[in-house]
């Protein structure tokens, strides 16, 4: 990729899930092909393989590291190592940041914009997993305007695997032990494997908070009964995507705290929907309305309060095609200029792209 500042030196390590690296030279971004999770031991043998040829075979010297905020991402471990090897200054990139950053480079932006940042996990400022938020950002700071309401993630990354246990979290923060769980659920899950989810969070063990938008989908996924465990990445919201009928209009009401949004409404008319026989298209298609224009009421009220006239979306949930061409139409529609990564993935992808024009646009302001 073609850089509009100089890059020369910055070698960016990504992240850990769907990773891939990339290395400046003069003002091109060379990013490199699709590594994969590095937590298989082969694909970080390959990752750590790949990081010399390339910086071989372009005759790459770096001169300054940057890396995702999160300290036990395996990218993030080696990038230590590289800097502590190298003596080479190390910047840590908030995750996302970096997936803001990685579109408004594909495009040229560099004033302040609306960021949309949907994805599944990545370490925030205060030590939670981020997922669902909204910045007012260029590439070099971001200002943190709102998120997703914080629920409980029982099990940390277990939760992304069998999504049943997301269910179970959000019926729990809104419900508390009075959970009306949809007909059928106790009995596809076991009773015994929900008393033990409630117990884990009730007294916090293993059970970190997330804004996750990822998470959410997740959720949405088990109580509709598309999917309780996924076997691979992103099933659930795939599932989920596919089901949604396009015929359906409406959409859930959704309650926007000065801070945060809560998704309570959302819950409890899912719930109330399925009680009352709903088909699962329709249910579907309401839960992915609701999103689109919470994004767009969103950007809406930030343009007016910061003056940033343009919004760029990004992470690995607008890999939904359904959500992200309902976006397309309604900003169209709104007369908001919106950004789509095309060239540059969306998803974790195109996060080393965004750390690397991150740590670009800070080094030239020193």
């Known amino acids: 990729f073609f850089a509009d500042i100089p890059v020369e030196g910055i070698l960016a390590f ?5 990773n891939t690296f990339a290395l400046g030279k003069g003002e091109t971004i060379l990013q490199s092909q699709y590594i994969g999770d590095l937590k298989n031991w082969e694909t970080y043998r390959f990752y750590k393989e790949s990081l010399e040829r390339f910086q071989h075979l372009f005759r790459f010297r770096p001169s300054l590291l940057v890396c995702d905020l999160h300290p036990d991402y395996l990218s993030s471990r080696e990038a230590e190592r590289y800097a502590s090897d190298l003596h080479l200054p190390l910047l840590h990139v908030q995750h996302h940041h970096a997936h803001a950053a990685a579109c408004m480079l594909e495009y040229g932006l560099d004033e ?3 960021a949309l940042v949907l994805d599944g996990t990545g370490l925030g400022d205060d030590g939670k997993a981020w997922g669902g938020e909204i910045f007012l950002c260029d590439r070099r700071e971001y200002k943190r305007l709102s998120h997703l309401e914080y629920v409980p993630l029982p099990g940390g990354d277990k939760a992304s ?4 246990r997301m269910a179970v979290a959000y019926l729990w923060h809104y419900y508390g032990n009075e959970i009306p769980f949809p007909t059928g659920f106790r009995e596809r899950i076991g009773e015994a494997k ?5 117990k884990m969070m009730e007294k916090g063990i293993n059970t970190p908070y997330t804004s996750s938008a990822g998470r959410l989908f997740d959720a949405v996924a ?3 009964g598309v999917c309780d465990i996924s076997t ?4 659930a919201p795939v599932k989920l995507e596919q089901l949604a009928s396009d015929e359906h209009q409406s959409r859930y009401s959704v309650l926007i705290e000065k801070e945060f949004i809560s998704m309570r409404p959302v819950l409890e008319g899912i719930l109330e929907d399925l009680a009352a026989g709903v088909p699962v298209a329709e249910l579907s298609a309401r839960f992915h309305n609701t999103l689109a224009w919470l994004l767009v009421e969103m ?3 930030y343009r007016k309060q910061t003056g940033a006239d343009k919004v760029v979306i990004s992470g690995g949930c607008f890999q939904n095609k359904r959500l992200t061409e309902q976006l397309q139409r309604m900003f169209a529609e709104a007369g908001i200029p919106l950004f789509v990564s095309g060239r540059i993935p969306c998803n974790d ?9 991150i740590a670009a646009s800070r080094k030239r302001q020193l």
């Open 349 to 357: 992808g195109g996060v080393a792209v965004g750390q690397l024009a």
């Open 299 to 301: 950007a809406k009220r």
């Open 222 to 224: 088990s109580l509709l």
């Open 232 to 235: 691979h990445q992103a099933e």
């Open 14 to 18: 990504g992240a850990e899930k769907v």
């Open 112 to 114: 302040p914009v609306i």
């Open 194 to 198: 929900i008393q033990m989810l409630l």
């Open 161 to 164: 695997t069998e999504p049943w």
